[in-house]
């Protein structure tokens, strides 16, 4: 009797984490900084809402490594002719929230709250910058594959939006760890059984 329970305990336990690990980094609301398209105003002051530029970009954003370590640090550069004006963060692909942090504004940038503080990365001012580059640490636990998305303005009407670096891989440790223990308490179930 006692070890059937140990059995069943043992059994919804490594259900439970099993459920843990698939959930494990998914699932993220919608906040703000979704589209991170530029807002101007005219000459009267009414926002006026400029198309991005449709031609290949003369902008592309390259991730320093090709993984991440949970809470370690990766460098992104914004690569290509002079520009003014940025939004950069770091997302899950598919996914519109920014993950991670940023530290270490360059001079003209800063960091900025979306969704929350410092997950991204804009200009200070309309000073002239060229390929900079960015420090973001990743989240702790990981959340696996992330890229870094940008919309970069070369002056005030010419912009691109939905620029994307390739996607590094992380966070994966903490989820083969997640079944190893599901994998162990499993094994324990069925020598219990035996
Ligand atoms: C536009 O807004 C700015 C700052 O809010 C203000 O200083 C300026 O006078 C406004 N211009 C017009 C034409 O209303
Ligand atoms: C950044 O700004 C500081 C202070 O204005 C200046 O001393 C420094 O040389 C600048 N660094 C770069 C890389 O331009
Ligand atoms: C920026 O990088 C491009 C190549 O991607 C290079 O042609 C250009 O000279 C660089 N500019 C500076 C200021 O380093």
Not at 29 to 44: K, S
Not at 75 to 83: A, C, E, L, R
Not at 154 to 178: F, P, R
Request: aromatic share 8%.
């Amino acid at each position: 009797m006692a070890a059937l329970q140990v059995v069943g305990t043992a059994f919804f336990l490594a259900v439970g984490l099993f459920v843990g690990c698939e959930g494990f980094g998914s699932g993220a609301p919608a906040g703000a900084c979704t589209t991170i398209q530029p807002g101007h105003v005219d000459a009267t002051n009414n926002s006026v809402s400029l198309s991005a530029q449709t031609s290949t970009s003369p902008y592309s954003i390259q991730a320093g490594a090709t993984s991440y370590q949970a809470g370690g640090t990766v460098t992104v550069q914004i690569m290509g002719p002079v520009f003014r004006g940025f939004l950069l963060q770091a997302r899950r692909p598919g996914m519109t929230t920014p993950v991670g942090t940023f530290s270490n504004a360059p001079n003209n940038t800063k960091t900025t709250t979306c969704t929350t503080a410092d997950s991204s990365m804009t200009h200070d001012n309309t000073e002239a910058k060229e390929n900079i580059t960015l420090t973001w640490t990743a989240p702790s636990p990981g959340v696996g594959n992330v890229q870094f998305v940008a919309t970069v303005a070369q002056d005030h009407d010419t912009y691109w939006m939905n620029l994307a670096s390739a996607e590094i891989a992380g966070g994966v440790a903490i989820k083969a760890t997640c079944y190893v223990i599901v994998f162990s308490l499993i094994s324990t179930a069925y020598s219990m059984l035996a």
